[in-house]
């Protein structure tokens, strides 16, 4: 299946630059390019892209906002953000995530990895590296200024459920989780999808976020 992908930043040639890379891929194509965060919500839903690559600082609305009006449109539900940030800077990250996003992207990352992100939130992975970039996440998550993502919390989670979650917290995909449980890869598939389930939330990403609000992970634990 070719994935469908929407380009929104204001940079022009950064946006011509990311739409050459993905047209060079045989399983994507680039659907449309906004340069505002309302010209990306205008056309996820005009041409429902199965992912957008969207930039965080934006004129007009920018990607946080752009973001959530996407994850809150129930004809856009199948559609998944990718937000780009400056990394040790921006401290928007977690806004994102909050907003609906299903992961990010360092803005000057290899060729490779940008086509290997997008494959991968396409496919309904959150984009949450571990090391410093879960440990950021956790920081900005446990600060007094946090709101809650409005899912459910870990009580009514089984004991290997927790297990699972605490390990797709660390930024782990379904393989690495059931190499780590002594599972089989559709096993560890089937618990995260019922986490999600039991949860409530959007996919992966919010997943990490109540492992953090939780105190399940911390950034002592990563």
């Known amino acids: 299946m070719t994935i469908r992908v929407l380009l929104a930043d204001d940079q022009t040639l950064v946006r011509e630059a990311f739409a050459m890379l993905v047209e060079s891929a045989r399983d994507m194509e680039v659907v449309g390019q906004a340069a505002t965060g309302r010209e990306a919500v205008e056309l996820a839903r005009a041409t429902r892209a199965d992912l957008v690559v969207m930039d ?129 890869p559709l096993t560890a598939k089937t618990h995260v999808s019922r986490i999600i389930g039991k949860l409530g939330a959007r996919d992966r990403a919010q997943l990490v976020i109540v492992a953090y609000e939780s105190g399940m992970v911390t950034p002592g634990t990563m």
């Open 56 to 184: 965080i600082r934006m004129p007009d609305l920018d990607g946080i906002e752009a973001t959530r009006l996407i994850a809150a449109d129930e004809d856009l539900a199948d559609v998944r953000v990718l937000v780009l940030t400056t990394y040790d800077t921006d401290e928007n990250i977690v806004d994102a995530l909050r907003a609906g996003a299903s992961g990010f992207l360092v803005k000057d990352t290899r060729p490779a990895e940008l086509l290997d992100a997008i494959r991968t939130v396409a496919a309904g992975e959150a984009l949450l590296s571990p090391g410093p970039t879960a440990r950021l996440i956790a920081r900005f998550l446990r600060g007094p200024s946090a709101t809650p993502v409005a899912v459910g919390g870990p009580e009514c989670l089984s004991e290997r459920e927790r297990e699972v979650l605490s390990l797709v917290a660390r930024g782990l995909n379904n393989t690495e989780v059931a190499q780590a449980l002594g599972l089989s």
